[in-house]
């Protein structure tokens, strides 16, 4: 079998996989809400160095570098790869820092519109959603 079968998305079961992971990921992190859940992950106990959780989050890194570069290979130029993945990526974390700022100002001990124009607020609002980094003072 050619890899660029196996990566054809209606060939393979990545979405399974992923599934499957998510569910790894959300039974690895139970222990924190069970007070011996730990000690009883099957992952810990067969490979004595590692939980569940972490195997399936390497598990998804991986996943993501087979499509990814799946997507690469498949586009005409890099140009075209840049602009699909930038239309992929930043519209969901525009949506998650908006949504930050949302609950902000209703946790906020300031009103709606002083929480809005505050310049730490615009400052996060600006750096989170084009992926600035913070500048310590």
């Known amino acids: 079998m050619k890899l660029a079968f196996a990566l054809n998305r209606k060939s393979n079961n990545f979405d399974l996989l992923r599934l499957i992971a998510a ?58 790869f840049v602009v699909s993945r930038g239309l992929r990526v930043f519209p969901g974390l525009i949506m998650c820092v908006l949504f930050a700022v949302l609950i902000g100002a209703f946790l906020s001990t300031e009103n709606f519109a002083s929480y809005l124009s505050h310049p730490d607020t615009i400052s996060y609002l600006y750096n989170n959603s084009f992926l600035q980094s913070i500048k310590w003072t």
């Open 23 to 80: 569910s790894a990921v959300i039974f690895g992190h139970a222990y924190a809400i069970a007070p011996f859940g730990a000690l009883l992950d099957p992952v810990l106990k067969a490979l004595v160095f590692d939980r569940s959780g972490t195997v399936a989050v390497k598990f998804f890194f991986f996943l993501s570098g087979l499509v990814v570069t799946n997507s690469l290979l498949e586009r005409k130029s890099a140009a075209s």
